[in-house]
């Protein structure tokens, strides 16, 4: 009985030493879940009050896009941008929903562009694209972060 107390005890002193694991350090730790995270997709996409019903994920990132692409037009559709350039029927701006729920838009033309006074167009946008209704941020990890995306806008010919 002594000689098999002696050989567990004997066992268990040796064997500690396999059983230790290196414990990573802060630093190591982060750069590990730094890699992990992918940083082109959001958790949440940006949402608007009357978004905020559905729970499939899908279903509230296109009612909010289908939402935005609605109100702009609708803000654009008052204005003379089709009296001014009845060749344009489409354009695409790019939306910034920053982390403290603002908005940025900004028209993108394509390169080659010099049919369009650019400025104009711009100048215009920025002055019917106020008072827009409340967007919430999208969420990566629990915080609000700044998102991008860019829509097809039809301007619409009276």
């Known amino acids: 009985m002594k000689r098999a107390l002696a050989l567990a005890l004997l066992t268990v002193c040796f064997s500690c030493q396999y ?3 290196k414990v990573p350090s802060e630093q190591e730790l982060l750069e590990q879940q730094l890699k992990e995270i992918n940083w082109k997709e959001v958790d949440e996409y940006p949402s608007v009050s009357d978004c905020e019903t559905l729970t499939d994920a899908n279903l509230r990132k296109q009612c909010f896009f289908d939402f ?5 037009e609708q803000k654009l559709a008052v204005d003379t941008l089709a009296t001014m350039f009845p ?3 489409t354009i ?4 910034t929903v920053l982390p403290d729920a603002t ?6 033309f394509p390169k080659d562009s010099v049919a ?31 998102t991008q995306f860019v829509l097809p806008v039809i301007i619409k010919q009276e």
Request: no cysteine; net charge positive.
């Open 19 to 21: 059983l230790e694991k």
């Open 68 to 72: 935005l692409t609605a109100t702009i």
């Open 92 to 95: 695409e701006v790019r939306v």
């Open 103 to 108: 908005l940025e838009f900004k028209p993108e």
């Open 87 to 89: 060749k344009l029927d």
């Open 116 to 146: 369009y006074d650019t400025i104009k167009i711009d100048s215009i946008l920025r002055a019917r694209l106020v008072d827009f209704p409340k967007v919430n941020p999208a969420i990566k990890r629990g915080i609000p972060v700044k």
